[in-house]
T-cell receptor
């Protein structure tokens, strides 16, 4: 079946530090890959997505590249801010389906 | 710009009580979903709907029911609340076509405690 594994948190960083959250997946075919972000007390919001191998999704300074050879979609940001404190979810949608499979989420706290 | 609206935001139920979690969207999305979010577990799909009058089970449907009488509304019903249903519930919607997977839009969630 389809599954997503992402690095466990929580992750605590200082402002301007580099952030990486690892995400690997298991799926047949060519799934679409997503990163969603959940700010405190809110629902999930789409952060970025990639729909085919070697695509790079980017938004708000975050980037992730769809690596089919390593079945990975790691999220990176070069210089985090306090406002980036949130829970980040990696997710996939199979090529023949629209339902999402989510990772467990990684809580990121950025300190001033 | 309401998007996906869920009510109530918080609720405490006693074991055995019933309730309906409301969800409405104003984006004319054809697909709607209900998830539950448990600590450290990500989101699990409870039920989904691909259009008015059509619903189907997700990963964890037991203890829940849904209906989709209109495009806008997708209520989730708990008939006999159990402590295992304590969770945060999220409703989402998307506009799906045959061309590509579209992002889902989420409501702010309903935090439900069963005591």
């Amino acid at each position: 079946g389809n599954s997503v594994t992402q690095m466990e948190g929580p992750v605590t960083l200082s402002e301007e530090a580099f952030l990486t959250i690892n995400c690997t997946y298991t799926a047949t075919g060519y799934p679409s890959l997503f990163w969603y972000v959940q700010y405190p007390g809110e629902g999930l919001q789409l952060l970025l997505k990639a729909t085919k191998a070697d695509d790079k999704g980017s938004n708000k300074g975050f980037e992730a590249t769809y690596r089919k050879e390593t079945t990975s979609f790691h999220l990176e940001k070069g210089s985090v801010q306090v406002s980036d404190s949130a829970v980040y979810f990696c997710a996939l949608s199979p090529s023949n389906d629209y339902k999402l499979s989510f990772g467990a989420g990684t809580t990121v706290t950025v300190r001033a | 710009n309401a998007g996906v609206t869920q009510t109530p935001k918080f609720r405490i139920l006693k074991i055995g009580q019933s309730m309906t979690l409301q969800c409405t969207q104003d984006m004319n999305h054809n697909y709607m979903y209900w998830y539950r979010q448990d600590p450290g577990m990500g989101l699990k799909l409870i039920y989904y709907s691909v259009g008015a009058g059509i619903t189907d089970k997700g990963e964890v449907p037991n203890g829940y029911n849904v209906s989709r009488s209109t495009t806008e509304d997708f209520p989730l019903r708990l008939e006999l609340a159990a402590p295992s249903q304590t969770s945060v519930y999220f409703c989402a919607s998307s506009y799906e076509t045959e061309l590509s997977n579209q992002p889902q839009h989420f409501g702010d969630g309903t935090r439900l405690s069963i005591l």
